[in-house]
C-alpha cells in the first residue's frame, strides 16, 4: 500500500510559538547547535491502487483546500512512501 505524504509549514512571515518554544528547549537539554525551529504538520494519505498523477493532483487539492490554511500556512511537499505499484512521484 502506498502513501502520499503531505508536509506543511507556517508561512516564513508567521510567527511560530511552538517553534519558538522548542527552540528555547533544546539548549537546556543540551542541544546547542540549532539556532531556530519550525514546527509544521505532516499528513499520511493511504492510497490503495497505485499511485498516479490523478492520485496526486487530488491530494495537492485535499492539501490546499482541507489539510493547510493557505492564509499562514505553505503546502512545502508531496511524496509518495512505499509501494507505489510502478507509479511517478
Known amino acids: ?5 503531505v508536509d506543511v509549514m507556517p508561512k516564513p512571515e508567521i510567527l511560530d510559538p511552538q517553534g519558538k518554544a522548542v527552540a528555547s528547549a533544546l539548549p537546556r537539554l543540551g542541544f546547542t547547535q540549532f539556532a531556530a525551529v519550525r514546527q509544521g504538520k505532516r499528513f499520511e494519505l493511504e492510497v490503495e491502487g497505485p499511485v498516479d498523477q490523478a492520485v496526486l493532483d487530488a ?3 485535499a492539501a490546499t483546500t482541507l489539510l493547510s490554511n493557505p492564509v499562514i500556512e505553505d503546502v512545502v511537499a508531496i511524496r ?4 507505489q505499484g510502478g507509479a511517478a512521484q
Not at 80 to 83: A, L, M, N, P, W
Request: proline letters at 0%.
Open 59 to 61: 491530494a495537492q487539492q
Open 80 to 83: 509518495v512512501e512505499g509501494d
Open 1 to 5: 500500500m502506498a502513501r502520499v505524504i
